[in-house]
């Protein structure tokens, strides 16, 4: 394998700058669980602010994170609804039913994100026989449908839907602060309708650990609750908060240039012969290339060969997520090695999905 490697896998794959390490190298701690950690108490501070809620909670994970979220939402043998490929529905090992008891019930959305009337159609009787809805799940961006956005207006239709019926909202928001980018707009705006949301930091943002989820005083109290039952006390995690409170400050000005990035990805394979890519649906860091007639293993050896690592979205998908530690030559190395890949036709599919 040539070096270096420029890694598409996912924008996970950032690692922490010397500033950040730095700064973790000199937090002030305390006892996180007993809520005298201040570097943990300023990043909750911040990121409540920033995402237009009373209070925030950092957890380890945004798998995490959501699975608090739907846990106070929702009680066994309730129903949610979302978008059939979504995060929390198919990259969370089962956590709805294995923590909440809660059903599932998944719509189609070609870009991620549901018709309210979709929502409204969904919604169950007022019947013995049924579960009870409980909970609209959105993700924004939404992932698998690559890196998709949804509007502040878009998401305030859908909560509206929603709550018409008596159910609660919370936003998957992983990558939130993409989508603010791209829109030009608070992440506040996207998140002003919702009555819980999630931020990840160790994405695009570029902490090495860790998650915020952000809704009502009282969703928070009850959020560190679960983050204990869940095994998600930390103790001193002012080492690791000090990191997310760089990354929450300085990393959503970089994020544009991901984005930019991605649309040049996006613009070069579009062009490979046995690639298929809708250069113009890029909207932030993630750029989903469809195979014509071939597999992706093959082509992910090859690009493994010069350097380039990227990852399968299903049998027929390769997923290329941009991020700040993937400069611009890592996006001509990417699409020269993707060139010069002479594809050979095959039937053996590789399945799988990333977060």
């Known amino acids: 394998m040539s070096a270096p490697i420029a890694d598409f896998r996912s924008d996970t794959m950032t690692r922490p700058t010397p500033a ?72 969370e090992a089962g956590g709805i039913a294995r923590w909440s008891g809660t059903q599932v019930k998944p719509l189609a959305a070609q870009d991620g994100f549901p018709t309210p009337s979709q929502v409204e159609g969904a919604v169950r009787a007022d019947d013995v026989h049924y579960p009870r809805s409980r909970l609209l799940v959105l993700e924004n961006t939404h992932n698998s449908a690559g890196g998709r956005v949804a509007s502040a207006a878009r998401v305030g239709a859908l909560a509206a839907a929603a709550k018409k019926h008596g159910l609660a909202v919370h936003c998957d928001g992983a990558r939130l602060a993409n989508a603010a980018v791209a829109l030009g ?14 931020l990840c930091l160790s994405k695009g943002l570029g902490a090495p650990v860790g998650s915020l989820v952000a809704g009502s005083a009282a969703f928070a109290k009850d959020a560190r609750r679960a983050r204990k039952a869940f095994g998600g006390g930390m103790r001193q995690a002012g080492v690791l908060a000090a990191a997310g409170l760089i990354a929450l400050r300085d990393g959503p000005a970089l994020l544009r240039r991901d984005h930019e990035r991605a649309k040049d990805l996006a613009r070069g394979l579009a062009e490979v012969p046995w690639a298929r890519v809708d250069a113009a649906s890029v909207e932030t860091n993630i750029v989903m290339c469809e195979l014509v007639g071939i597999d992706p293993a093959p082509l992910l050896e090859h690009l493994r060969d010069h350097g380039v690592l990227a990852a399968t979205m299903g049998p027929r998908r390769v997923r290329f997520v941009l991020h700040r530690d993937v400069d611009d030559a890592g996006v001509r190395a990417c699409l020269a090695a993707c060139r010069s890949f002479a594809a050979t036709p095959s039937s053996s599919p590789v399945k799988g999905l990333v977060p």
């Open 185 to 198: 707009c608070p992440m506040a705006d996207l998140a002003a309708a919702l009555d819980s949301t999630t």
């Open 20 to 91: 950040m390490r730095a700064a973790m190298a000199s937090a002030e701690v305390g006892d996180d669980v007993w809520g005298e950690d201040p570097t943990v108490r300023q990043l909750e501070a911040e990121g409540a602010g920033l995402l237009g809620k009373e209070a925030a909670v950092f957890v380890p994970s945004g798998t995490m994170a959501n699975q608090i979220a739907i846990h106070l939402h929702c009680r066994p043998g309730d129903e949610l609804i979302c978008e059939e490929r979504s995060h929390v529905f198919v990259n």
